[in-house]
Structures are given as structure tokens and as C-alpha cells.
């Protein structure tokens, strides 16, 4: 389901603990890490594309979460013609999303990769608000930047030093021109936080990899 600009209709998934911190995937069979997110279904809404997303991927229900915020409008992201089926080049360009920002008020155990016979992540694992963006794939790292600019003001502050923390988003490495919303033009953001990732129990049928790099393979949900 495309609109008349050729963008698909997504939602994007940030989802917060009670440190404030945020799932971070790992893409299934890749080094590339992300954010939950995926397409709109015809007749769903963005909220319920989220919360079915939310399962989908993550094993989660309503009843686990608590929504805190949303992007007012869409967010686009435009995908390289080498990602795009030859016979969808020139009617699909990439995706628009809504973003949700969520509070986990269920427990890490909730959490279970293997919710569905098709997993998109292999594993995760808990970081701090502003990840670091040189683990997302480059066509992505813009509208990550804008979401979650947006949506930090929404991040319940634990401390003084989470004050701290957004002032980070301004420290991004810029590796290319800043995307605006709409326009289908991406930023390429790098982050120089290398901040070490806690050690943690992972959810069923995950596994663990310390040293995440770029991965230049799009998701299955940017695929047309």
C-alpha cells in the first residue's frame, strides 16, 4: 500500500525501560541494529499497526506498555534503488512513519523475540536514549535523528544527568545534509557515544553480539 509519492505507510517503535534507556534490536543475520518497526496495514490505524508491530516483534501487548508520545506527522525516509525490486523502481520510493514513544510497565521476561514464526531480531539489548547512530543503516540514520529529537522531551528524567544526555544529539558526527521532513532527503549521522552496554539476561532464542557494526541491508519491512 503506497501513497500517490510512492511512500509506504510504517510505524517506528521506541520503547523505553525505567532507566529511561531504550530496545535496541539486532537485525536477524545481520550486524545492523534498529528500532522495532513496520508497515500499515489497509484499514489499521498508526496506533494499531503499533501495538501489532509491538507483538510481532518484540512479544509484547498493550497491557505491558504505556504510550507516552507520537510524532505529529510523518517522518519519510527515502530507500536506494539498489534495495528496491527492479520491478517497483519508479512507483516505490521508501516509507513514512509515525512514531510512538513507549514506557515498558511489564518486565524484561515479557519480551520475546520468537513471538512469531518470522523474527526480525536476533538480539537486543538495553541503551542509553541516544543511540549511536553509525549502527543503522545509512538510509535510516535521518529520520532516527528527527524522532528521536521530537519525541526525547517526552523521556521521563531520572536525574540531572539525563539533561545532560540530550544535549549529546548535538555532538552527531554529520556525514551528509540534514533531512527534512517530507522531502524524502536522509542525513547520514553518526554518534560518538561508545558508552559500554550493560549485561543482561536475553529473551528466548536470542543471542548476544558485543560488537555491532554497519550493515548496509535493508529491513524486510522497507522492502516493496
Not at 516483534?57 to 527492479?86: C, K, M, N, S
Not at 526525547?152 to 555532538?171: E, H, I, K, N, T
Amino acid at each position: 500500500m503506497l501513497d500517490r509519492d510512492g511512500f509506504r505507510p510504517n510505524v517506528g517503535i521506541i520503547l523505553l525501560n525505567q532507566k529511561s534507556q531504550v530496545f535496541w534490536g539486532k537485525r536477524i543475520r545481520t550486524h545492523s541494529w534498529q528500532f522495532p518497526q513496520g508497515g500499515i496495514d489497509r484499514g489499521e490505524t498508526p496506533e494499531q499497526a503499533m501495538f501489532r508491530e509491538l507483538h510481532e516483534e518484540v512479544g509484547l501487548h498493550p497491557q505491558h506498555v504505556q504510550v507516552l508520545a507520537r510524532t505529529r506527522d510523518w517522518l519519510r525516509y527515502e530507500v536506494p534503488d539498489r534495495f528496491i525490486r527492479r520491478d517497483a523502481r519508479g512507483h516505490y520510493k521508501g516509507q513514512k512513519q509515525i512514531w510512538f514513544l513507549l514506557q515498558l510497565v511489564g518486565h524484561d521476561w515479557d519480551l520475546n523475540l520468537r513471538a512469531t514464526d518470522h523474527p526480525e531480531f536476533d538480539a537486543w539489548r538495553w541503551n542509553e536514549y541516544w543511540v549511536p547512530l553509525d549502527v543503522v543503516v545509512e538510509f535510516k540514520r535521518g529520520v532516527y535523528e528527527m524522532a528521536l529529537t521530537e519525541l526525547s522531551r517526552f523521556v521521563p528524567r531520572l536525574d540531572a544527568r539525563a539533561d545532560l544526555r540530550a544535549d549529546q544529539r548535538g555532538r552527531y558526527a554529520r556525514t551528509g545534509p540534514r533531512a527534512r521532513e517530507g522531502n524524502g532527503h536522509n542525513t547520514g549521522v553518526e554518534s560518538p557515544l561508545r558508552s559500554p552496554f550493560t549485561a543482561m539476561e536475553l529473551p528466548p532464542g536470542a543471542s548476544f553480539d558485543p560488537d555491532p557494526h554497519t550493515n548496509f541491508e535493508p529491513a524486510s519491512d522497507d522492502k516493496p
